[in-house]
């Protein structure tokens, strides 16, 4: 079975500190998995995924099949950060979501 | 670019009768579309997988014969939720592929947020 779990609901961190959303999945299969943002009344949108290795807006995220893990990282936060994040996991041929993190960014 | 629109954004309805939502990819074409249920303050769950030209696969749970999708074309996807209920009231999200493996990116929709009196 596929399960992406997202511990915390919500972080709180100030402007310019490290930013760190964790993910840990399971998956008995090589999984994909994947960062999506959703800020404030708009969509859900990619923001980055573990096979492009890249960095989007700053934050990055490393998959780690030892640990099961994908946390996403940013080493100095902005305010226009603040959105609901969410990990998903591709096995067969579906996505499935966390429970989604509520990251807030205070001046 | 990949630009997936949703019609109704809202709509209220009463118990009992049914609600379509019209889920478009406004340009390129998507072989495969998704559908999601969001409760409040929770996560998306997959509903059902729509390939065009074909019947859909719905999820464990999810009713067939309540939930009834339609993908007739490679820009549009329908969902009708037949004799609705209070307990359907939910947040109804839509998702894009352009690829029928979906292993490429799945552009989401705005959502249409549907009440049941």
């Known amino acids: 079975a596929q399960r992406v779990t997202q511990p915390e609901k919500l972080l709180s961190v100030f402007k310019g500190a490290p930013v760190e959303l964790k993910c840990n999945y399971s998956?008995?299969?090589?999984?994909?998995l994947f960062w999506y943002v959703q800020y404030s009344r708009q969509r859900l949108q990619l923001l980055l995924r573990?096979?492009s290795r890249e960095s989007i807006k700053g934050f990055t995220a490393d998959l780690n099949k030892g640990e099961t893990s994908f946390h996403l990282k940013k080493p100095f936060a902005q305010e226009e950060d603040s959105a609901m994040y969410y990990c998903?996991?591709?096995?067969?041929?579906?996505?499935?979501f966390g429970q989604g993190t509520r990251l807030t960014i205070n001046p | 670019g990949a630009v997936v629109s949703q019609h109704p954004s809202w709509v209220i309805c009463k118990s009992g009768t049914s609600v379509k939502i019209e889920c478009r990819s406004l340009?390129?074409?998507?072989?495969?579309m998704f559908w999601y249920r969001q409760f409040p303050k929770q996560s998306l769950m997959l509903m059902a997988t729509?390939?065009?030209?074909?019947?859909?696969?719905?999820e464990q749970g999810v009713e067939k014969d309540k939930f009834l999708i339609n993908h007739a074309s490679l820009t549009l996807s329908t969902l009708t939720v037949t004799s609705a209920h209070p307990e359907d009231s939910s947040f109804y999200i839509c998702?894009?592929?352009?690829?029928?493996?979906?292993?490429?990116?799945?552009?989401f929709g705005p959502g249409t947020r549907l009440t049941v009196l």
């Open positions: 998702s894009a592929s352009t690829t029928a493996s979906s292993t490429d990116t799945q552009y």
């Open positions: 998956y008995s299969g090589s999984p994909e």
């Open positions: 573990h096979i």
């Open positions: 998903a996991l591709k096995g067969a041929q579906k996505l499935v």
């Open positions: 340009d390129f074409q998507a072989t495969t």
């Open positions: 729509s390939n065009e030209g074909s019947k859909a696969t719905y």
